[in-house]
């Protein structure tokens, strides 16, 4: 091993170190055995991995996998990584390090390395300047590193085949949905930016980021995605959608479907629709999956979309959202980053001009803010002491599904008997400055 791969001796004939590309076989085949669900996704999930080791990535590099290793043997025993990425907050950037592929085999687990190797990636992140990290995950698991499920992840509604019309007998496809090209880039950024719009948090994607989920991850990669552009007969493009390369349970997903301003969502979803019908019997038949079974069409586009608007009852199978983990150490250093944001909520609310404090206690710490005039002129955090008056409870790390939008002011005093607002006013202005609000962040892999 390179002296300048390791990080520190964990004991027990363990040391904790940086991969190098060198790892890429071993580390592909470990990442394949500990997350592979199917035998069709472990030479995905292998291939994710590869390419993250050997491949040029816009942010990513081979040393930010970290791997716990057994000395004697040379064996990978457990292993994540951090892909560092920038979102926004209602238009507001701010850097995220995102936490993948973790695992440990079995043989090893309950010996903290997880937390060990946590410990090195949240340094790594704060290095970085990075305000939040986040991870999509199995339930609970990460909510002993400091992590809340608190960021609206995926969830949809699904469409079967008798649903939607059939074009009639010589009827033409109004719309195509072709390969993308080099050239579509820019066209397909501006539509994405005007699609970010509508989301509480977003992610950032540019030509290069853009590029390298088009044309950068190998055919098997678990993320890579097809992206189409919808044309017009006459060759107009209006918009572009993204799907996997197989079908998932009963049928095609469609991850992405955006359409650049001016454009009916009524006029084209409906096609959209009947091509992800046959993209999916296409796949079906290519996997040799029964065709009855794969008669579905899912927009993966969370808890608010406009395909759901125009389609309405042809979408009936709903998918519930589940939930990015995020953690955000300093959260004082983060709403003060996001003053912008909330100053335009109140701005835009029936609150305008609000001045007063409002103490949010989360029982073992809280968090002080302080308006002037509708301005955020002071945030800060604070140990709550016996007796001290609050304005709002929130347990645990609740109050981060309030802050990105998950859960409402009302939902959180609903499902937590301790969360609580002193006041109506309270409640009021609480809600004002966090409303709920959907988000569909397409995270950098």
């Given at each position: 091993?390179?002296?300048?791969?390791?990080?520190?001796?964990?004991?027990?004939?363990?040391?904790?170190?940086h991969?190098?590309?060198?790892d890429a076989?071993?580390?592909?085949?470990?990442?394949?055995?500990?997350h592979?669900?199917?035998?069709s996704d472990?030479?995905?999930?292998?291939?994710w991995?590869?390419?993250?080791?050997?491949?040029?990535?816009?942010?990513f590099?081979?040393?930010d996998?970290t791997?716990v290793?057994?000395?004697?043997?040379?064996?990978?025993?457990?292993?994540?990584?951090?892909?560092?990425?920038?979102?926004?907050?209602?238009?507001?950037?701010?850097?995220?390090?995102?936490?993948?592929?973790?695992?440990?085999?079995?043989?090893f687990?309950g010996?903290?390395?997880i937390?060990?190797?946590?410990?090195?990636?949240?340094?790594?992140?704060?290095?970085?300047?990075?305000m939040?990290?986040?991870?999509?995950g199995?339930?609970?698991?990460?909510?002993?590193?400091?992590?809340?499920?608190?960021?609206?992840?995926?969830?949809g509604?699904?469409?079967?085949?008798?649903l939607?019309?059939?074009?009639?007998?010589?009827?033409?496809?109004?719309?195509?949905?072709?390969?993308?090209?080099e050239?579509?880039?820019?066209?397909?950024?501006?539509?994405?930016?005007?699609?970010?719009?509508?989301?509480?948090?977003?992610s950032?994607?540019?030509?290069?980021?853009?590029?390298?989920?088009?044309?950068?991850?190998?055919?098997?990669n678990?993320?890579?995605l097809?992206?189409?552009?919808?044309?017009?007969?006459?060759?107009?493009?209006?918009?572009?959608?993204?799907?996997?390369?197989?079908n998932w349970?009963?049928?095609?997903?469609?991850?992405?479907?955006?359409?650049?301003?001016?454009?009916?969502?009524l006029?084209?979803?409906?096609?959209?629709?009947?091509?992800?019908?046959?993209?999916?019997?296409?796949?079906?038949q290519?996997?040799?999956?029964?065709?009855?079974?794969?008669?579905?069409?899912?927009?993966?586009?969370?808890?608010?979309?406009?395909?759901?608007?125009?389609?309405?009852?042809?979408?009936p199978?709903i998918?519930?959202?589940?939930?990015?983990?995020?953690?955000?150490?300093?959260?004082?250093?983060?709403?003060?980053?996001?003053?912008?944001?909330?100053?335009?909520?109140?701005?835009?609310?029936?609150?305008?001009?609000?001045?007063?404090?409002?103490?949010?206690?989360?029982?073992?710490?809280g968090?002080?803010?302080?308006?002037?005039k509708?301005?955020?002129?002071e945030?800060?955090?604070?140990?709550p002491?016996?007796g001290?008056?609050?304005d709002?409870?929130?347990?645990?790390?609740?109050?981060?599904?309030?802050?990105?939008?998950?859960?409402s002011?009302?939902?959180?005093?609903?499902?937590?008997?301790?969360?609580?607002?002193?006041?109506?006013?309270?409640?009021?202005?609480?809600?004002?400055?966090?409303?709920?609000?959907?988000?569909?962040?397409?995270?950098?892999?």
């Amino acid at each position: 091993m390179q002296n300048d791969l390791f990080i520190r001796d964990l004991g027990d004939g363990l040391i904790l170190r940086h991969a190098a590309p060198s790892d890429a076989d071993a580390l592909a085949d470990f990442n394949a055995k500990i997350h592979g669900e199917s035998e069709s996704d472990a030479p995905r999930l292998a291939a994710w991995t590869r390419d993250l080791l050997t491949h040029p990535h816009p942010t990513f590099n081979a040393d930010d996998f970290t791997i716990v290793e057994e000395t004697a043997t040379g064996r990978i025993v457990s292993s994540c990584n951090l892909i560092s990425q920038q979102w926004a907050y209602e238009g507001v950037p701010f850097g995220v390090g995102r936490v993948e592929l973790v695992g440990t085999l079995a043989e090893f687990r309950g010996r903290g390395l997880i937390r060990a190797q946590f410990d090195e990636l949240h340094k790594w992140s704060a290095a970085r300047g990075e305000m939040v990290q986040s991870i999509t995950g199995i339930p609970y698991f990460y909510r002993q590193f400091g992590y809340e499920m608190g960021l609206e992840l995926g969830g949809g509604r699904v469409g079967f085949e008798p649903l939607f019309p059939r074009l009639k007998e010589g009827e033409s496809e109004p719309f195509t949905f072709r390969a993308v090209r080099e050239a579509d880039i820019p066209f397909m950024l501006e539509v994405y930016a005007h699609a970010q719009k509508r989301g509480l948090v977003t992610s950032h994607r540019d030509e290069k980021i853009l590029r390298y989920e088009i044309f950068g991850k190998s055919a098997e990669n678990v993320n890579r995605l097809e992206f189409r552009v919808i044309e017009r007969a006459d060759g107009e493009p209006v918009g572009y959608l993204t799907h996997p390369q197989y079908n998932w349970n009963l049928g095609l997903v469609l991850f992405e479907f955006e359409l650049k301003p001016g454009v009916s969502w009524l006029e084209v979803s409906l096609s959209a629709a009947r091509y992800g019908l046959a993209k999916g019997k296409e796949y079906a038949q290519r996997d040799g999956d029964p065709l009855e079974m794969k008669s579905g069409v899912a927009f993966w586009h969370g808890t608010a979309h406009p395909a759901y608007v125009v389609l309405r009852d042809r979408l009936p199978r709903i998918r519930l959202a589940y939930a990015w983990y995020v953690r955000v150490p300093d959260l004082a250093g983060f709403v003060r980053h996001i003053a912008p944001a909330l100053e335009k909520r109140l701005a835009e609310s029936y609150l305008v001009g609000y001045s007063g404090t409002l103490a949010y206690t989360f029982y073992r710490d809280g968090l002080k803010l302080v308006f002037e005039k509708g301005k955020l002129k002071e945030v800060e955090s604070y140990k709550p002491a016996s007796g001290m008056h609050t304005d709002a409870g929130f347990p645990d790390l609740s109050f981060l599904q309030l802050l990105f939008g998950y859960r409402s002011m009302d939902e959180l005093r609903a499902h937590y008997a301790d969360c609580y607002a002193d006041s109506e006013d309270t409640h009021v202005v609480t809600a004002a400055l966090f409303p709920k609000k959907s988000s569909q962040v397409v995270g950098l892999t």
